[in-house]
C-alpha cells in the first residue's frame, strides 16, 4: 500500500481546562470522506496540557487502520513536543535538556504509540482565531470539562 493509497483524515483537537490544575475537558473532530466524527471526554482533577496531548491520543486511537492524518492544534506544547523534543527525551530517559523529568511521560508515550502506521503531518492553528475545525474542537473539549471518561 502506498501513502496515496491511505484515506486522508483531518484530526481538529483542543483542550480545556477551568483552572490549571483542575475540571478539564478534551474533544476531537474527525473529518473523512465527507463524513465527520465527534469525539470529547474528561478527568478531574488535570492540566490543560493533558487535555490537549488527550485529545490527539483519543482522535487518533478511533482509526481504524493506516490513514494519512493532517492534525490540527492549538497547541504548540503537543506540535513541538512529538516534532523538537521527543526524541531528545527519549535519549536521556525521559529527561528533560534540564535533567528534570519529562511532564506528562504516560501521554506522550500513549501518543507516540497512537501515531504508529499512519502518516501524520501537524499543523498550528492559532486558538479563538475562528477556525472552524478548531472552534468545533474547542466546543467539545469544553463539553467533556468535568466529565470522568469518553462520551
Not at 474527525?30 to 490543560?48: D, S
Request: aromatic share 8%; glycine share 14%.
Amino acid at each position: 500500500m502506498t501513502e496515496s493509497d491511505l484515506t486522508a483524515v483531518s484530526l481538529y483537537t483542543d483542550g480545556a481546562c477551568k483552572g490549571n490544575p483542575g475540571p478539564g475537558g478534551w474533544g476531537a473532530l474527525l473529518c473523512a470522506n465527507g463524513k465527520e466524527r465527534e469525539l470529547f471526554g474528561g478527568e478531574t482533577p488535570t492540566t490543560n496540557n493533558r487535555m490537549e496531548l488527550t485529545a490527539v491520543i483519543q482522535g487518533m486511537s478511533a482509526l481504524t487502520r493506516p490513514c494519512r492524518v493532517t492534525i490540527y492544534t492549538d497547541s504548540s506544547y503537543v506540535k513541538d513536543g512529538i516534532e523538537s523534543w521527543l526524541a531528545n527525551w527519549k535519549k536521556k530517559g525521559w529527561r528533560t535538556s534540564a535533567g528534570k523529568p519529562v511532564a506528562n511521560q504516560d501521554l506522550w508515550q500513549q501518543l507516540e504509540q497512537a501515531l504508529q502506521g499512519h502518516t501524520v503531518q501537524w499543523i498550528w492553528v492559532k486558538g479563538h482565531s475562528g477556525h472552524p475545525g478548531n472552534e468545533r474542537a474547542d466546543a467539545l473539549a469544553n463539553k467533556g470539562v468535568g466529565l470522568k471518561g469518553q462520551a
